[in-house]
């Protein structure tokens, strides 16, 4: 992953005492008939850090995150951002507000090429409408957003395949596509499911890195999603942990990783 574009932020992360809350979770439930997904979750998330949400296989995260975007509507409980109550509201206007994600199974569009796929994603914050676009009236802020999705291509790599039809890339390089896309929404928070599923080992050192270079190029709050237990000790700011659809434990990595709790339901051990 290269990073041409845009230039980095000149104002670096305070301490995570000194930010302000982001996202407030609280008592997030889902129930599934007699399934309960997510089970009374609460959690704050703060402006600028790196939280991550990690458990086995099960342990509602992904639900989890679809409640938090509007995929699936909560059976109880609210979720807040920038003081804003969102419950409810639909996937689209979650992400005009500022949240974007990405997905545990990739969602792009697989006949579309890639530059393609990167400028679709940018129709929530264009202003020309129909009758624009058919008279051409629009041509400024198309060439706009084209110029965007080049650069965004560029960022994560792939600007040398912007032609090709995403369903050709591989794993990874999908995965790559969909955190352009993601950007591409002008999210102020950026939520990443699964991100360093499908790559290599030396695809999942250089991702640590690039995630935090766009957090602070763009200037984002980041929530992921990852099984990739040293990849999440090593990149998060905080760590929430999910077992049955229970939040067991949340704080600093370091601390988690010393929580009973967490070592029998997840990471193992004596």
Known sequence: M???????????????????????ARNMTRRFGGLVAVNDVSFDVREGEIFGLIGPNGA????????????????????????????GLAPYRVAGLGLSRTFQNIRLFKGLSALENVK???????????????????????LQVERRAWALLDLVG???RAGELAANFSYGDQRRLEIARALATEPQVLLLDEPAAGMNTAEKGQLTG?????????????????HHVPLVMNLCDRVAVLNFGQLIAV?????????????????GGE
């Open 158 to 160: 792939l600007s040398d």
């Open 120 to 142: 679709i994603a940018q129709h929530i914050r264009t202003r020309a409408g129909l009758w624009q676009g058919v008279f051409g009236s629009s041509r400024q802020e198309e």
């Open 251 to 267: 704080g600093e990595p370091a601390h988690v990783q010393r929580d009973p709790k967490v070592i029998e339901a997840y990471l």
């Open 60 to 87: 509602g995260k992904t639900t989890l995150f679809n409640l938090m975007t509007g995929l699936t509507p909560p059976s109880s409980g609210t979720l807040t951002y920038r003081g804003r109550t969102v419950t």
């Open 210 to 226: 690039f995630i935090r270079q766009v957090r602070d190029q763009f200037d984002l709050t980041v929530l992921i999603i990852e």
């Open 2 to 24: 290269t990073a041409s574009q845009p230039a980095p932020s000149m104002h670096p992360t305070p301490p995570a005492t000194e930010r302000a809350v982001v996202l407030e």
